[in-house]
């Protein structure tokens, strides 16, 4: 805006000035240069006009050059509008102000009152030009027009106030042009001045009412409206004022029952006249409001004078839909300045946790987000309500799904962060309520601690979801999250199920291989009393041999792997396992109890302690008669042949030991049956940490009969090897000291 604009009233065209106390006399709206005064707004809001909506009016004025139209202007409505001196009787000035009604009290709230200067250009002999693109200005924002004229000019049809109707009547059609539905009506108020009173104001209503319908018949009326009748688009009021200056005090009483008339009226249905006398009430009829918000005002009034000005046709239809976008966009904005304010702190915090690894559950989101959201949609649909339904409509769903986003991102964000947490809650929970009841013995119930810290974990989360709902928007209800977050609940548990099927299984195993070092090492130490067939038999179970010790620690082994088999079902089962996971724990317990079997007998046969064994059995065999007794060598004895018995039926336990054998079946256990079928439930883990077993892991390349073979041949030579030269030295031992008996 490079113009200048008087916001005073000395109409002098000085600079423009947004301080409020300039607005004190109204503002120029629109200036010599045709330029609109976009500081209009700002008097709308310093006058309060501007937050009133729909409630306030606009009159205009029309009317010749010094008929006193500002004059009756500042009586009516308390303006200040620019007078023309008594003396100079002269006024260059072209333009349109503004001003707010300041005798309000009786009228209609918020009137703002436009005086139309210099509009009445035939006069002077100048161009139509202002005149004619003032008073569409006029024609497409007010919704009453006041016609100043002299009493003495009414009747004469070719005065220049007629021609200035005509003008009237013609840019009145072309509002109408483009918008043939339009439903708005204005009202030609006509103030007749000097008022004599000789001729009374029916007469003189009716002189102007032919002369309307004359000039209205006259003028070229565009394609498609040429039938149209003055009735349709105007209603008209009258009335007469005493000459201000001869009659004063007359004169001020009149105009104040004239103020008196601007308030809201209907109309009288019954009647069919086409004047006031139909009008019941005030002048302000709801059909002449233009029905642009007052806070849109300014942007509406500031693109009708663009296209006026550039002599564009006026298309007020298209001019309300670019105000509302305009102003549905400037109110999104300014309604989402608090949403920011709530929310923003809030997405910083969010990012910020994340950034730092460790995503915070915010508290009370759900109650800030809905109260900020719908704060900001409720000041939206306050104000932007009133403009275009098609535009608000459009621009509110933009607005909602804009905010929304940016809830939405925060709050799955948010209850990421709670999943997250949930889920590190959860599993320390059961493991601290784990280590606790191992600590006081293992009697914990791990199926309990599980559904227990499920339960509260899930109704932790469920809050949190529940808290995010807003009532009727779709996309905030978080069920979809909740069923992930349990499905995982689900999937922790099972690890953790696992991880202590784990833990019993390692127990399960520990115990078994306690408890056959002590079966397997009794049956091997048994070996060392060499009397194995004749021996004190052990509490009346059947008398051990020497050839069924494979028998009785398969007997043994057996037995110790039933009853860890059981003690491992039963837990499980406490904890609430499935039967595959059961199957694959006894599948690899058994594996296990194998394997821990073969290094039991491993180490049984190392050696030295398989040597020490056979020398055990040899002493026993030979340094005790059958009855026990220990032998005292005289050197008549068969030293010789008690010698090699003894050697001979200990050297007999070197095969018998070097294989596994079943007397039953003189052949290996079978380990396959033992083992049984891989079960169903077999995952790849389950498999890594087993030992392969010969004859049942068939691409182990190694045989059932390599599997139990326990002495290699070469290890079984060189036990024979060994085993005999400590028998000789026993033998030689035995000899001397049977001939040292002698020479003692
Ligand atoms: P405008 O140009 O139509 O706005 O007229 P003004 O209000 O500036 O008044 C023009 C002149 O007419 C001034 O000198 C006023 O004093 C005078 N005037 C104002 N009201 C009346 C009136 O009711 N009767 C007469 N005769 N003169 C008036
Ligand atoms: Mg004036």
Redesign the pocket.
């Known amino acids: 805006m490079n113009g200048h604009f008087a916001a005073v009233d000395n109409g002098n065209g000085s600079s423009p000035d947004s301080n409020a106390h300039s607005f004190e006399h109204g503002i120029q709206v629109i200036n010599e240069d045709k330029q609109y005064n976009t500081n209009l707004n700002e008097y709308l809001n310093e006058t309060h006009v501007a937050e009133a909506g729909f409630n306030y009016h606009l009159i205009s004025v029309f009317?010749?050059?010094?008929?006193?139209?500002?004059?009756?202007?500042?009586h009516l409505f308390g303006t200040q509008?620019?007078?023309?001196?008594?003396r100079e009787?002269r006024?260059t000035t072209k333009g349109i102000w503004m001003s707010k009604n300041k005798n309000e009290g009786k009228m209609a709230d918020n009137i703002l009152v436009m005086?139309v200067?210099g509009t009445d250009g035939r006069e002077r002999g100048e161009d139509q030009d202002f005149e004619r693109k003032s008073a569409l200005f006029a024609l497409a924002t007010s919704e009453v027009l006041i016609v100043?004229i002299?009493e003495h000019q009414v009747g004469l049809y070719q005065g220049a106030n007629m021609g200035l109707l005509k003008t009237v009547f013609e840019v009145n059609m072309q509002l109408f042009l483009k918008d043939k539905q339009n439903q708005t009506r204005s009202l030609l108020f006509f103030v007749i001045?000097?008022h004599i009173g000789v001729t009374p104001l029916a007469n003189l209503r009716n002189t102007l009412i032919q002369d309307l319908t004359h000039i209205w018949s006259s003028i070229s009326k565009p394609a498609g409206l040429e039938n149209s009748k003055i009735e349709d688009y105007f209603d008209f009021a009258f009335a007469a004022?005493?000459?201000?200056?001869?009659q004063p005090d007359k004169?001020i009483s009149e105009v104040q029952n004239l103020g008196s008339r601007f308030i809201a009226g209907h109309r009288n249905k019954d009647s069919d006249a086409t004047d006031d006398q139909e009008l019941t009430g005030g002048v302000f009829l709801p059909e002449y409001h233009r029905r642009i918000p007052a806070d849109g005002l300014s942007i509406y009034a500031e693109g009708i004078w663009d296209q006026i000005v550039s002599n564009k046709d006026l298309d007020l239809p298209t001019q309300q839909e670019l105000l509302a976008q305009f102003r549905c966009d400037e109110i999104a904005r300014e309604v989402q300045i608090a949403f920011d304010a709530a929310i923003a702190p809030l997405e910083e915090q969010q990012a910020e946790s994340t950034r730092a690894g460790k995503p915070a559950v915010l508290p009370n989101l759900g109650q800030i987000g809905a109260e900020a959201r719908e704060k900001c949609v409720k000041n939206f649909e306050t104000q932007a309500s009133r403009y275009h339904k098609g535009v608000y409509t459009t621009k509110r769903a933009e607005l909602e799904d804009k905010i929304d986003n940016r809830l939405k991102a925060l709050y799955q964000a948010h209850l990421t962060a709670a999943h997250k947490a949930g889920v590190t809650a959860f599993s320390e929970a059961v493991a601290n309520a784990v280590k606790a009841g191992q600590k006081a013995g293992g009697a914990y119930e791990f199926a309990e601690i599980v559904e227990k810290q499920k339960t509260k974990t899930l109704e932790i989360f469920k809050k949190e979801a529940q808290s995010l709902a807003i009532p009727g928007v779709a996309w905030s209800n978080f069920k979809p999250q909740y069923l992930i977050f349990e499905k995982e609940l689900d999937e922790v548990s099972a690890r953790l199920r696992k991880e202590e099927m784990r833990r019993l299984a390692i127990r399960v195993e520990r115990w078994v291989k306690s408890r056959l070092g002590d079966a397997i090492g009794l049956e091997f130490n048994k070996l060392g009393s060499g009397r194995g067939g004749s021996g004190a038999p052990e509490s009346g179970e059947k008398p051990a041999t020497e050839k069924d010790i494979w028998d009785r620690v398969w007997k043994a082994f057996i037995s110790i792997v039933g009853e860890a088999e059981s003690r491992f079902t039963d837990r499980a089962k406490s904890f609430e396992a499935s039967d595959d996971e059961v199957q694959v724990g006894l599948w690899r317990l058994r594996r296990k109890s194998w394997v821990a079997l073969r290094e039991k007998i491993e180490e049984e046969v190392m050696e030295s302690n398989i040597l020490m064994k056979l020398r055990e059995n040899f002493e026993d065999k030979f340094r005790y008669d059958e009855d026990g007794v220990p032998r005292i060598w005289r050197p008549s004895d068969d030293i010789e042949g008690i010698y090699t018995r003894a050697r001979e039926s200990t050297l007999g336990l070197v095969p018998l030991l070097s294989r596994f054998r079943l007397t039953s079946t003189s052949a290996p256990p079978d380990l396959i049956e033992f083992v049984g079928p891989q079960p169903h439930g077999v995952e790849p883990g389950d498999e890594e940490d087993l030992t392969p077993i010969g004859g049942v892991d068939e691409d182990e390349g190694k045989s059932l009969e390599e599997e139990t073979t326990i002495l290699s041949e070469p290890k079984k030579q060189d036990l024979v090897v060994r085993f005999k030269k400590m028998a000789d030295g026993v033998y030689v031992e035995a000899k001397r000291s049977a001939i040292g008996g002698i020479t003692q």
């Open positions: 009317g010749s050059q010094s008929t006193g139209k500002s004059t009756l202007l500042n509008f620019s007078v023309m001196s008594e009787r006024q005086d200067e100043n002299w001045r000097d004022l005493p000459h201000k200056i001869l004169f």
